[in-house]
């Protein structure tokens, strides 16, 4: 259930980086940036704020890596072009056009069908659990475990299902 929740959790938070209409810091979260040598996560490199709802600002703790930062925002499946004062990096988001929104509804479902994967996955594995102690538990025990994990499961793929729907409600309202 713990494995569960994490996966929920996870796909929650890939969803936050999908953007609707509005400039949030949380969509730049899945950026990397090689950074001497070592793919490094964007927010642990600057602080990142939208001071306006159509404009992001990304201020770097180290000068020398803007570059970098740029061509990580280039590289990006975000579609935003980055500019610098030398200073700072400002992203301008531009509104959503309709076939972007379209775009972005298919990535909110592939991402949805991921996190269902992951939550089969690990009904899966727990099942191989309950199979490997299959000696010490009856068959009717065994039943009603995977009986429980199944519902479980079932329970945890409607929720990612709910999330998806209100997320692609959210892109397709203007």
Known sequence: MTRMEKSLES??????????GRATPG???????????AMTPLKQLATLSAPEASQLVIQPYDKTSIPSIEKAIMTSDLGLTPGNDGNLIRINVPQL???RRKE??????????????ALRNIRRDAIKTIDKRGK??????????EDSIQEMTDDYVKQIDAIVKSKQTELTTV
Do not use: N, P
């Open 136 to 145: 010490d538990i009856s068959e009717d025990e065994k039943k009603a475990l």
């Open 104 to 117: 972005m509804a298919k990535l909110v479902s592939k991402l949805g069908e991921d996190g269902k994967v």
């Open 27 to 37: 969509m730049l979260d899945r950026i990397q940036v090689e950074y001497y040598g």
């Open 11 to 20: 796909t929650k938070g890939s969803f936050a980086t999908v953007r609707t």
């Open 97 to 99: 056009t309709a076939d």
